[in-house]
């Protein structure tokens, strides 16, 4: 049960200067992995709500919530982890997917694919732009990559690797 | 005390699975696929921490993930045995992550609709990162089940030795039986068919074999192990207890 009010904008804007260590174009809120921002009887309670069961970025991103809130002013900082709703990339906003284009990440491609065969034989075809030129004349290399969230693909037009952080 | 108990079985699975995939880090055939290992593997661990968070809450006793990971004997684990068995070749552990993500997408899928708001909040991220798993694992039993004779040996081979820990994954006992009536747990021995029907798919697509039924081997969740786990736990655990509370 949730009690306490919304926290104040300084708040909010302190926890939305915290950006995701391994994708540093993107804050927690871009993120959409903060889930409420409350105070109760003078502690600022984060809801944060994970991205991956193992991605190891998860505690420095808590640690780094709680620096910003006491530089905010905060006197107490709880950041509690919520499982529910459970974090999809559907959640990050289409500014935000840019930025991570800018930045030379593929965005996830349409809405998470929670539809489908549970256990395909054939893979649907995912065409994913590149990010430096555009083509889409792409393929995979591996659905894992350097963290839990992203996968690595091959430009076969500018002949560049890329990341592409997966929908999920 | 039940929910404790199956909540160590889940979480136990994970970790000894995923301590297994991660020795594979800077061994794996090539690049992509270390990296995709050690990715799993890390899904794996991470899942383990929450499940065993969760079973040392609801023991009451204080224990954190940490301590049931790093100061229990091997009597006191609760894995499936095939969780444990040592890595084998690059068959044997790709064939022990089919059959095990099959099983993980069945069983997670439905864990998502547990009445315990955590545990099916956790079911529901475990279960989207297993489809990668099973996914992964399905185009690698293709590519060894129907790619040279080597490759299709060894993956033959490393069915016919896995089969026998198979029933286990489905094994229901009282413990869970109560918490299933309560609608916290899946019922595993329900998973059995549409598990054997999806594997039966797969194999066949990759020319592979479902080996006969035989003799069964079980005891993980009585805590009655290989002699692989104690080897395991050793290396697992050495820092943990040559440093208790040693923090970085």
């Not at chain 1, 809120?29 to 105070?39: K, M, P, S, T």
């Not at chain 2, 594979?24 to 065993?52: K, M, R, T, V």
């Amino acid at each position: 049960m949730v009690t306490g009010v919304r926290a104040r904008t300084e708040y909010w804007d302190a926890v939305g200067s915290v950006l995701d260590p391994e994708v540093p174009v993107l804050s927690v809120i871009d993120l959409g992995i903060v889930r409420d921002i409350r105070e109760e009887d003078g502690t600022v309670v984060v809801d944060v709500t994970p991205t991956y069961s193992g991605c190891p970025a998860m505690r420095v991103i808590e640690s780094d919530i709680t620096d910003a809130l006491v530089r905010a002013g905060a006197a107490n900082v709880r950041v509690n982890t919520v499982f529910q709703p459970v974090w999809t990339t559907d959640w990050i906003s289409p500014d935000a997917r840019e930025r991570l284009r800018a930045y030379g990440i593929a965005p996830p491609s349409g809405a998470a694919a929670v539809a489908g065969e549970l256990i395909p034989l054939q893979r649907r075809v995912e065409t994913i732009a590149c990010p430096r030129c555009n083509s889409r004349n792409t393929e995979r290399r591996s659905e894992f990559g350097s963290t839990a969230c992203k996968a690595i693909y091959y430009c076969l037009s500018c002949t560049e690797p890329f990341e592409y952080l997966k929908a999920i | 005390m039940s929910l404790s108990a199956y909540l160590l079985r889940l979480g136990d699975d994970r970790l000894i699975l995923g301590h297994r995939l991660s020795e594979w880090c800077g061994h794996g055939p090539i690049l992509e696929e270390d990296i995709a290992l050690a990715n799993i593997a890390l899904d794996l661990i991470g899942q383990a921490n929450l499940l065993l968070e969760l079973a040392g809450k609801e023991e009451g006793q204080g224990r954190t993930a940490d301590a049931l990971a790093y100061f229990r004997e091997a009597v006191e684990f609760r894995n499936a045995l095939m969780m444990e068995l040592p890595r084998g070749d690059f068959a044997f552990t790709t064939t022990r992550q089919f059959l095990v993500s099959v099983f993980e997408v069945l069983h997670l899928e439905r864990l998502q609709a547990s009445k315990h708001h955590d545990l099916a909040g956790m079911a529901a991220k475990a279960f989207k990162e297993t489809r990668y798993h099973a996914r992964h694992s399905v185009d690698w039993m293709l590519k060894l089940g129907d790619g040279t004779a080597e490759s299709h040996d060894r993956a033959q081979a490393a069915l016919d030795e896995l089969w026998r820990f198979t029933a286990e994954l489905f094994e229901s006992d009282d413990i869970e039986r109560q918490i299933v009536a309560e609608g916290i747990a899946v019922d595993r021995e329900a998973l059995r068919a549409p598990w054997l029907a999806e594997i039966t798919r797969v194999l066949t697509a990759a020319t592979l074999k479902l080996p006969d039924g035989g003799f069964m081997q079980r005891g993980g969740r009585e805590g009655r192990h290989t002699e692989h786990l104690g080897h395991l736990l050793a290396e697992m655990q050495i820092v943990a207890r040559s440093y208790p509370g040693a923090e970085w």
